[in-house]
């Protein structure tokens, strides 16, 4: 049986903003499920902004413990701005993850961070939103990562179908 090897967990996201652009950034990177806890996005899901329709390929799925959800073998990967914490920067990440990340007006509780297997933060000033925080975690998977796909090929399967621009010459 083949388990993910990516999942995201959002602990009691407040916008359906955020869970769109968290969906997309999911499509984007190869995220295989993301899971949500709490009422506050069931209830604005209605206002949904998953540009992409990532959503039919991915599943959201609400959950009742985000704990419950972490598939077999995944290490549990808490980002979070908490005191003991390792920078993003310096941060190995597990080929099977499961990542959670708080809500955007509140923190992890101490139960799920005792449980993880690492607690990283992005050394910013100041905090980043959901999305925000959950595009760079999984930027920085990719970049870190020695299977990641480059090239022309990639920007012309990825890019928007009205971009046809081209680099012509040295790039400074």
Not at 109 to 125: E, F, H, K, M, W
Not at 144 to 151: C, D, E, I, L, V
């Amino acid at each position: 049986m083949t388990y993910p090897k990516l999942c995201i967990g959002l602990n009691n996201p407040k916008s359906p903003t955020n869970v769109g652009a968290v969906m997309r950034a999911a499509g984007c990177f190869g995220v295989d499920a993301v899971f949500y806890t709490g009422e506050r996005y069931a209830r604005a899901r209605k206002f949904s902004t998953d540009t992409k329709q990532v959503s039919r390929s991915i599943p959201l799925t609400g959950v009742d413990s985000l704990l419950e959800a972490v598939p077999e073998g995944a290490a549990i990967v808490c980002v979070e701005l908490v005191e003991g914490a390792q920078p993003l920067n310096a941060f190995q990440h597990p080929e099977n993850a499961f990542y959670i990340f708080g809500p955007e007006d509140g923190t992890l509780s101490q139960g799920l961070v005792d449980r993880a297997q690492a607690v990283v933060y992005i050394p910013t000033v100041g905090c980043l939103n959901l999305a925000a925080t959950v595009n760079v975690v999984l930027y920085d998977r990719l970049a870190k990562s020695a299977n990641a796909t480059q090239g022309d090929e990639l920007i012309r399967s990825s890019r928007d179908k009205n971009n046809r621009v081209k680099v012509r010459g040295e790039p400074l």
